[in-house]
Structure formats: structure tokens, C-alpha cells
């Protein structure tokens, strides 16, 4: 059955959606993008200009990918994921123009709420942890953990961010308040948990 035939989501006449892909209700694809076969996408998500979702993608629910972006097959995106324009995501670790390496592409997931900033690239295999943020133009060789803050290329951890998006600040008892939310949050060793809302 072609799951696109219900058009429950908005497609613009440029854009190219191929065979076996399943779509959510209220998605929105826009100018000049491939969605490629068997991709599947879920509902109230927002593809930009000139993006490309390679074969067997998996986008979760209320995705936001911006302009110019390459999501090349191997990667899973979960729910609530910000992709940045202009990220760039890879699947093989050793290219060569000569060799076919489909059989090897490695899998990077990028885990519930992360954002991933403008022109960053993420070198395959390395899973990106959940409310993580990635600073624009960042080179990913490492995997992030969860709620961290990380920039440059390589990229390095630097702090932690809460799910609103605010830089977290501990104090001497490893608690932290984000301002704008008053979440809370605690810090111990490399883990850092919300302890309310």
C-alpha cells in the first residue's frame, strides 16, 4: 500500500518524495527536497529547502530540519530533534569514490530534544544523548552525552544546557535552576539528570 496516498502532510510540487516512504499527518516538505525511498517520517515535522533524507531515514515526531541539510542513511532521528541549516551527517568513516562500502554504513542516532546547530558536522557512529546541543559549525567525532553543551572541531564539551535551551550553572551542591523554566537539575560525574519541572 502507498502510505502517501491518504496526503495527510503538505508536499511543495518541487519537492520529491519517492516510493515506500511513510509520512505523518501535519508534516510540511518544502522546495527542491528529496525524500528518499522507504524513509519514514513523523508527524508535525518541518523539512526545509534543498534537503535531502536519504534511504531508510527514520525521522521521529516534530523534527525540524532547516535548509540545505544531508541526512544520509544509517541516521535515526527521535522525537522533538532541531537539525540546524546546512548539518551535514555522515555514514562511512573511510570514503573512497572507487569502493562501495553501502554494507558498512554506521549508525548515529541522535537521541529525544537534541539540537544540532548551523553547518555542524556529524561523523558517523556517534550518537547524539538526549536535550544535547551542538554549537553551530561544530565537528562531531565523539558521541555527546546528554544535556551537553558542546563546540568546535573537534568538538569538546564545554557545559551542560537544559531542555528549555539555557546554559546550566551548578553550585557547590551540583544543582542547577534553569532560569527561564525554574526545571531543576542535578550533576554527578558525567550524568546530569532534571529532578523536577
Excluded at 500500500?1 to 520529491?16: D, P
Aim: with cysteine.
Amino acid at each position: 500500500m502507498n502510505t502517501l496516498s491518504r496526503m495527510t502532510f503538505f508536499n511543495h510540487e518541487t519537492a520529491i518524495i519517492d516510493d515506500g516512504c511513510e509520512i505523518g499527518k501535519g508534516t510540511k516538505i518544502w522546495h527542491f527536497s528529496h525524500i528518499m525511498p522507504n524513509c519514514k517520517i513523523g508527524e508535525n515535522c518541518n523539512i526545509g529547502q534543498n534537503v535531502v533524507i536519504s534511504p531508510d531515514v527514520v525521522l521521529g515526531k516534530n523534527v525540524k530540519v532547516q535548509n540545505n541539510v544531508s541526512v544520509y542513511s544509517g541516521v535515526v532521528c527521535e522525537d522533538d530533534v532541531f537539525l540546524g541549516p546546512s548539518v551535514v551527517f555522515t555514514n562511512i568513516i573511510n570514503p573512497r569514490s572507487a569502493i562501495s562500502r553501502r554494507d558498512n554504513y554506521l549508525k548515529t542516532i541522535v537521541k529525544k530534544g537534541a539540537s544540532i546547530g548551523a553547518n555542524a558536522t556529524i561523523v558517523c557512529g556517534n550518537d547524539i544523548g538526549e536535550f544535547a546541543f551542538v554549537g553551530a559549525g561544530a565537528v562531531v567525532t565523539k558521541s555527546v552525552l546528554p544535556y551537553a553543551l558542546v563546540v568546535g572541531n573537534p568538538s569538546k564539551q564545554i557545559g551542560w544546557i537544559s531542555e528549555y535551551g539555557d546554559r546550566l550553572v551548578f553550585d557547590k551542591n551540583n544543582m542547577a535552576i534553569c532560569m527561564e523554566s525554574k526545571e531543576k537539575y542535578e550533576i554527578s560525574g558525567n550524568t546530569v539528570e532534571k529532578i523536577s519541572d
